[in-house]
């Protein structure tokens, strides 16, 4: 039960602030779907192709299993069966980690890259049909800044950014 003193001390959101975040959860949530539903006739997922595009960023196009959950902010548990799904495919095989074989990394095939390039046309086609082209060059640059800032708050420390670390 909560205490009246909490009740109290809570800041809760003003009526612009509460529109404004309802807006940011149904929008982002309806964004995500759509990013979806565009890639499924090329029979993968948004989150299939965020670890390819990452992977393809990468030097050597090749990321320790760890940093790229960072990347695409997934569980290590989910990150692994996003990879099984990717291998099954031929799109990425697991290495020992170069560097002192404990880990493991995700690298790209050139299968992956095949695929990745025609996914990736029809993922730039539907990032900007269902958000860069309903908003002003300046508010989509607001968004960018915003979410950096919001990013950069939330990361744990050390955790990766993207492959470039921005």
Known sequence: MT???AVVDTRWLTEPEQR?????????RLLEVA????????GTQL????????L???PSQR???????DLVVQSRSRITHTAARLEKRGWVVREAYLDDRRGVELVLTDAGR????????RHVESVREALIDNLEPAEFLALGHAMQKVRDA???????????GI
């Open 3 to 5: 205490s009246p003193s």
């Open 20 to 28: 404004a975040w309802r807006a940011f959860l149904r929008g982002s």
């Open 35 to 42: 990013l979806d539903r565009a890639l499924a006739p090329l």
């Open 47 to 54: 989150s299939e192709y965020e670890v390819i595009s990452m």
């Open 56 to 58: 393809s960023e990468a």
């Open 63 to 69: 990321l320790r299993m760890s940093a790229l959950a």
């Open 114 to 121: 095949a695929a990745l390039e025609d996914i990736a046309i």
């Open 154 to 164: 939330l990361a744990e420390e050390g955790q990766a950014t993207d492959a470039f």
